[in-house]
């Protein structure tokens, strides 16, 4: 398959998991900025999340792995930092989804996941990534994560 089928590259991309939220695809992240076919070749252009993030480079090897099982060898991953990534490129789907998944979504107010309450309190800045900080309800007492907005 060479014959430059936009819509199959979006597809696989969109079967390629977040490293860090496996519920949730790189495409749905929004991370994936554009795919193009120059001169037989795909170009699929990659804005980082979190500048340092570890995770960029786990999910450019995911995205390459994911596309040579599906036979796409002809392809270039270019790495685009403007404009940034921001929260805002997730759609409220994905943001739903991380909600289901036990993450505070980003948005202007952190909320525990599971009950809803915004009486929470902040544990730490940084959670099991700098992505995220961790709370504590102080209703359901349970701890949770929240994306940070950006
Ligand atoms: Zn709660």
Known sequence: MQNGNLNTIWDILGTVPDPEIPVISVVELGVIRNVEF?????VISVTPTY???PAVKTF???IKTQLK????????IKIVYKP???TNWMTKKTKKKLKEYGISPPEDIAQCP???STNIELISEFGATACKSLYKCSDCL??????KCI
């Open 51 to 53: 500048s340092g993030c």
């Open 84 to 86: 940034a990534w921001t």
């Open 38 to 42: 120059i001169e037989n070749e795909y």
């Open 142 to 147: 349970e701890p949770f994560e929240h994306f």
């Open 60 to 62: 450019q090897d995911d």
């Open 114 to 116: 599971q009950c809803n």
């Open 69 to 76: 099982a599906n036979n796409i060898n002809n392809f270039k």
